[in-house]
């Protein structure tokens, strides 16, 4: 048995899932950039306040899941890594006046966020995330972008037919009246909520229709629905962003109780799941406008929408699927083999074997160079393992200025000046012809 292992919750991204994740994150790079989004870095961890006054107090993210950084007690100073990218983002606007810039602010930011959630698979305690927010545009057209974006992330890297549920959750001026309803109706069946969801009747009720308590689902199938209380304003946005979603061909599921796992949404909120998958464990994405957190971070009141895709949870599902489309099996493909291996006749003349290598490589070549001490035929042996396309054989010829070029698969082999040798490789890769 090992001495140290990975920490409970998170695993090591060996080439096998780090090489897919990376073309998630080109795939996501190259779409925010083509609807105008520019790329951010928020820290890894925060004052823990970010979290907790941006985030909600009475969620699951603030009360269980925030991992707290050491800090000097002296200095009084409390840091949590970041859980999600959204609240340091709208930090960020803050103190860096972004207000000042035009508007709306189009960010996106990929990369790894903590949560001390009970590990699960597809749920981890370190993850990756795409997220993209626009930030100071009321919408509702924005709205739609942003659904439309993350509809597309998907169809692209090979999952077409997942499932958007849509909700509004209406803003501070008619959701008093629906809380006030909600209440009422889980205080008639108080007997039947677990004990933290009758804390969280005292605290947030909103949050009991967040709840992951199997015990929940009857009692909330039964709650109202927010968006029979939508004042005025609210109703003609989220009417306005449905015509918005149509004019796109973008399906989707209206979920009248979909509130999403944190305080700051208002209006619109979405979630994204895998075809016939359910259940809040299963979603891969989703997200939602705030127009209230720039101003509880210390900002002006302005509006923004956003959304974070678990890039663990898609590649999850794309390697779950059993239709795999091309798209899919481009994503999840091995790592690509060498175009070539430079080999030679001589086990100990690495240097040689090295400088063609390293000239290859400069010439924009994926190649390598076998730089064991070993005989030729164990050198071409393991070139061809690694599944190279040809063997550059370094022997005597070299004096010359010729090398062996040998077509692994076909198994020919051919005479190649060294200045040729480039162009021929070149060639090769981009015809994918052999020999």
């Not at 140290?4 to 080109?26: N, S, Y």
């Not at 209380?229 to 109703?235: D, F, K, P, V």
């Not at 070549?365 to 393991?382: F, P, W």
Request: hydrophobic share 40%; proline share 7%; charged share 25%.
């Amino acid at each position: 048995m090992p001495t140290f292992r990975a920490p409970r919750g998170t695993r090591d991204l060996l080439p096998a899932e780090r090489v897919p994740m990376t073309r998630l994150e080109r795939v996501a790079a190259d779409l925010a950039a083509r609807y105008g989004y520019h790329p951010m870095e928020t820290p890894l961890f925060e004052d823990a306040a970010v979290f907790e006054r941006g985030i909600g107090a009475v969620t699951d993210v603030v009360e269980k899941e925030l991992f707290f950084v050491g800090a000097r007690a002296d200095e009084g100073e409390r840091w949590a890594l970041r859980p999600e990218p959204t609240a340091g983002i709208a930090r960020a606007y803050v103190q860096h006046g972004m207000q000042t810039w035009p508007q709306p602010v189009k960010v996106t930011m990929t990369g790894s966020m903590f949560r001390y959630d009970r590990p699960q698979a597809g749920r981890y305690r370190q993850f990756w995330q795409f997220d993209v927010e626009a930030i100071g545009d009321p919408g509702p057209a924005v709205d739609a972008e942003i659904i439309e974006l993350a509809a597309r992330f998907y169809r692209d890297v090979g999952l077409p037919d997942v499932k958007i549920l849509l909700n509004s959750i209406g803003d501070p001026a008619c959701r008093p009246a629906y809380l006030e309803e909600m209440t009422a109706y889980y205080r008639r069946h108080e007997a039947r909520l677990p004990p933290l969801e009758r804390e969280r009747l005292e605290r947030n009720p909103l949050r009991i229709l967040d709840s992951k308590d199997p015990a929940m689902v009857d009692v909330n199938a039964g709650a109202p629905s927010m968006t029979d209380g939508l004042c005025e304003a609210c109703a003609g946005h989220f009417e306005a962003v449905r015509a918005h979603l149509d004019a796109l061909g973008i399906g989707y599921t209206l979920e009248p109780h979909l509130v999403r796992g944190l305080d700051y949404y208002t209006r619109t909120a979405f979630e994204v799941y895998p075809a016939g998958a359910g259940g809040q464990q299963s979603a891969i994405g989703g997200g939602g406008r705030y127009d209230g957190l720039v101003e509880l971070l210390g900002g002006r009141p302005t509006p923004g929408i956003g959304f974070g895709i678990g890039l663990d949870r898609v590649l999850l599902a794309l390697q779950e699927r059993a239709d795999r489309n091309a798209a899919a099996e481009a994503i999840l493909a091995p790592e690509p083999a060498p175009l070539a291996v430079v080999v030679g006749s001589d086990p100990a003349d690495t240097a040689t074997r090295l400088r063609l290598a390293t000239e290859l490589r400069g010439a924009g070549l994926a190649v390598r160079a076998d730089l064991g001490q070993r005989k030729l035929g164990k050198q071409l042996e393991a070139a061809a393992r690694d599944g190279a396309h040809f063997a550059v054989i370094v022997g005597d010829e070299l004096a010359s200025g010729q090398v062996q070029l040998r077509d692994l698969d076909a198994g020919t082999q051919r005479p190649t000046p060294v200045t040729n040798l480039a162009r021929d490789l070149e060639r090769a890769a981009r015809t994918h012809h052999h020999g």
